[in-house]
């Protein structure tokens, strides 16, 4: 598996643009390709795509963790390019589309070991992908708060990977049994993460590309 970031407040690599937003790409050998929320302006997240080679034509769904703007910027400018796009959306978006729109609010299966966490807090989802007793987890924001991410994603094994934007959270023990942790985007605690935990950090910004 591999998690390209493509929308970011910071850039890991040179050449590449940085925004307020989050986006990334989801590649799991002989699955869909995913792209994980949209950033803000559909231009930059675009221009990143295409210096970081993935095509709009690559993706087969894209998974929106919530409705703000930094997340679906990009949505409709995609949509225009892939017309066959399958959406997935939390149930709080009020998301018309001639494309194929899946409104979650209870978690489901998206496919084979993927899954949404279902809309929590009546405000996000997440997403949580599965390797044999492992899980990695992608949040958007966490406006749902990431205890309560981490509470559902246990319910599918040993959490692994946590990559994503964490807002505030600060409660550093939660993340004891988390393998690595690359807070992107809305994480206020970036450095109080890495300080305390520098063995799991994970650098995120755009361009940067976690294999698993």
């Given at each position: ?15 590449l643009?940085?925004?307020h ?8 050998k ?16 675009l ?23 930094d ?32 409104a ?24 949580i ?26 319910k ?37 993460i ?19």
């Open positions: 598996m591999k998690i390209t970031i493509l929308y970011d407040n910071t850039v890991y690599k040179k050449g643009e940085s925004d937003g989050f986006s990334c790409f989801i590649e799991i002989n699955k869909p390709k995913i792209l994980f929320d949209t950033g803000t302006k559909a231009n930059i997240l221009n990143n795509m295409e210096k970081m080679k993935v095509s709009p034509d690559d993706i087969d769904i894209i998974f929106i963790s919530h409705y703000h703007n997340h679906t910027g990009g949505l409709e400018k995609l949509l225009e390019i892939n017309k066959n796009i399958k959406i997935y959306i939390p149930i709080s978006f009020k998301f018309k589309s001639e494309h194929k729109v899946i979650v609010d209870d978690a489901i299966e998206i496919f084979e070991d993927v899954y949404s966490t279902g809309e929590l807090k009546n405000i996000e989802q997440s997403l992908i599965k390797k044999e007793n492992e899980v990695t987890i992608i949040s958007g924001c966490a406006h749902s708060k990431v205890e309560n991410i981490l509470t559902e994603a246990n599918y094994g040993k959490i692994k990977y946590l990559i994503g934007g964490l807002h505030g959270f600060d409660k550093y023990e939660m993340l004891e049994n988390v393998e690595y942790v690359c807070g992107t985007h809305c994480t206020k605690k970036q450095v109080q890495k300080n305390r935990y520098p063995d799991k950090w994970i650098q995120g910004g755009v361009g940067r590309v976690i294999n698993m």
